[in-house]
């Protein structure tokens, strides 16, 4: 396995799209839709927000312990129920930051490409874009970006909608995998359109209402004449 670093790397993202996608609740993707991408912000924007409740809880800590060194009972006591608030929202921000992380993704699947937003007990959202629908998918970054190795993507259709991917790693892998996807959403969509064509044209020239060009024209069933010929009634008994 040392010795195929590419295939190393393929094994480790399959088993992470399985770990994903066994741990979301996909019910809107088809039984017969493939998902092929789950992707969340870059990692450094995460360890920003854990950042943030780290920094809380750390001035909690150093504002108790501040209070403690001045030896004053009152004032330990008032500090200690402070220090623990701020504690306790440190944690929480750090712990509503990974879930708001987690929570905000982007899937990508052989026929759509879909923007999921979950606000915990707010709303749940989804934005989509069919690929045979697909116009453009332009990436944008900034300094930090290039360093970082993330990017915005910007994902356009035929009807001016637009979603964005935004701060993903690996943006360029992603861009090409959209852009294939694509073009293997819209042969598959002009087969079927082909295929119905075929079939609605394969109706009608079999229907009886519509005979086959060139095909000879029903004849009417010939009528027997007696050998005196045909008479009229009431001609019995006339003269000639």
Not at 143 to 157: E, V
Not at 161 to 185: C, Q, S, T, W, Y
């Given at each position: ?54 920094i809380i809880i750390l001035g909690g800590l150093l504002f108790h312990l501040f209070v403690a060194s001045t030896n004053s009972i009152g004032l330990t006591t008032i500090s200690s ?76 259709d035929n009807f001016q909608r637009v979603i964005i991917f935004k701060n993903i790693g690996n943006h360029l892998r992603i861009k090409k995998a959209i852009e294939a996807l694509a ?58």
């Amino acid at each position: 396995m040392q010795q195929e670093p590419a295939l190393k790397t393929s094994l480790q993202e399959a088993h992470t799209l399985y770990r994903r996608l066994h741990g979301k609740h996909f019910r809107w993707v088809d039984p017969e839709e493939n998902v092929q991408v789950i992707l969340h912000e870059h990692p450094f924007y995460l360890i920003v927000g854990l950042g943030q409740g780290a920094i809380i809880i750390l001035g909690g800590l150093l504002f108790h312990l501040f209070v403690a060194s001045t030896n004053s009972i009152g004032l330990t006591t008032i500090s200690s129920l402070i220090g623990s608030v701020v504690i306790a929202v440190g944690f929480l921000w750090g712990l509503w930051q990974y879930i708001d992380w987690d929570n905000d993704y982007y899937v990508v699947t052989d026929r759509r490409i879909a923007w999921i937003e979950q606000i915990i007990i707010l709303y749940d959202s989804r934005n989509e874009i069919l690929l045979s629908e697909l116009r453009s998918v332009e990436p944008e970054t900034d300094f930090l970006g290039r360093i970082l190795g993330y990017a915005n993507l910007y994902i356009k259709d035929n009807f001016q909608r637009v979603i964005i991917f935004k701060n993903i790693g690996n943006h360029l892998r992603i861009k090409k995998a959209i852009e294939a996807l694509a073009v293997e959403a819209k042969v598959k969509l002009l087969q079927q359109d082909r295929s119905a064509i075929d079939r609605k044209m394969l109706s009608w020239i079999t229907s009886p209402s519509h005979p086959l060009p060139g095909a000879p024209a029903a004849q009417p069933a010939p009528v027997d004449i007696p050998a005196g010929g045909l008479r009229l009634p009431g001609a019995e008994g006339r003269g000639t």
